[in-house]
């Protein structure tokens, strides 16, 4: 079945700063999300992004389908980005497969 | 607002006695799907399904049961909760199963079973 890899799988950022996490997926596909999960569980929608970019506020992301990958930009870090970092796809049955997430914490 | 509600938030309850989580989403979606998130073992699908009277297995589908009798709703019911059943439950929808169909989760239940 598919595989999905993140790195790093933890990060600690000071307020202000830049990141970059990474999904590597080991099948051809084409429904790639990135989820947030806060500190309350809540798993919050990021981006649907099967290829190209897409740029949301201080986020951004890229996929490069053809190469099996998929990169989230957070920039400008704010103590409320705290959390853990999903990617995930879908496989033909519909099932989402996730990578097992990056953790990120940012510090005032 | 799009939205796919879950009901409750948590619940705390004893070992056998019967619990329904429910889950309604208001997008027409046919893919509705239940997955369990444990520490050290990721998010596990337990059942989905595919339209109405459509229903299947997961990955973890022991203990569990659902029904999908209207388009909008796919309650998990567990019938005797035990403790290994203690879990942050998610719902998701998605329009269906193919490429282009982007997967909406509802707020997540924190059930613990003692």
């Known amino acids: 079945g598919i595989q999905v890899e993140q790195s790093p799988p933890d990060l600690i950022l000071q307020e202000g700063a830049n990141s970059t996490l990474r999904c590597n997926f080991s099948?051809?596909?084409?429904?790639l999300q990135w989820f947030h999960q806060n500190p309350w569980g809540q798993l919050i929608n990021l981006f649907y992004?099967?290829?190209g970019t897409k740029q949301n506020g201080r986020l951004s992301a890229t996929t490069v389908a053809t190469e099996r990958y998929s990169l989230l930009y957070i920039s400008s870090s704010q103590t409320t980005d705290s959390g853990v970092y999903f990617c995930?796809?879908?496989?033909?049955?519909?099932?989402?497969?996730f990578g097992q997430g990056t953790e990120l914490s940012v510090k005032p | 607002e799009a939205q796919v509600t879950q009901n409750p938030r948590y619940l705390i309850t004893v070992t056998g006695k019967k619990l329904t989580v429910t889950c309604s989403q208001n997008?027409?979606?046919?893919?509705m799907s239940w997955y369990r998130q444990d520490p050290g073992l990721g998010l596990r699908q337990i059942y989905y399904?595919?339209?109405?009277?459509?229903?299947d297995k997961g990955d973890v589908p022991e203990g569990y049961k659902v029904s999908r009798k209207e388009k909008r709703n796919f309650p998990l019911i567990l019938e005797s909760p035990s403790p290994n059943q203690t879990s942050l439950y998610f719902c998701?929808?998605?329009?269906?199963?193919?490429?282009?169909?982007?997967?909406?989760f509802g707020q997540g239940t924190r059930l613990t079973v003692v």
């Open positions: 099948d051809s596909v084409n429904n």
């Open positions: 997008m027409n979606h046919e893919y």
């Open positions: 995930a796809v879908r496989n033909q049955g519909g099932k989402l497969i």
């Open positions: 992004i099967p290829s």
């Open positions: 998701a929808s998605a329009l269906g199963t193919g490429g282009g169909t982007e997967a909406f």
């Open positions: 399904s595919m339209n109405v009277e459509v229903t």
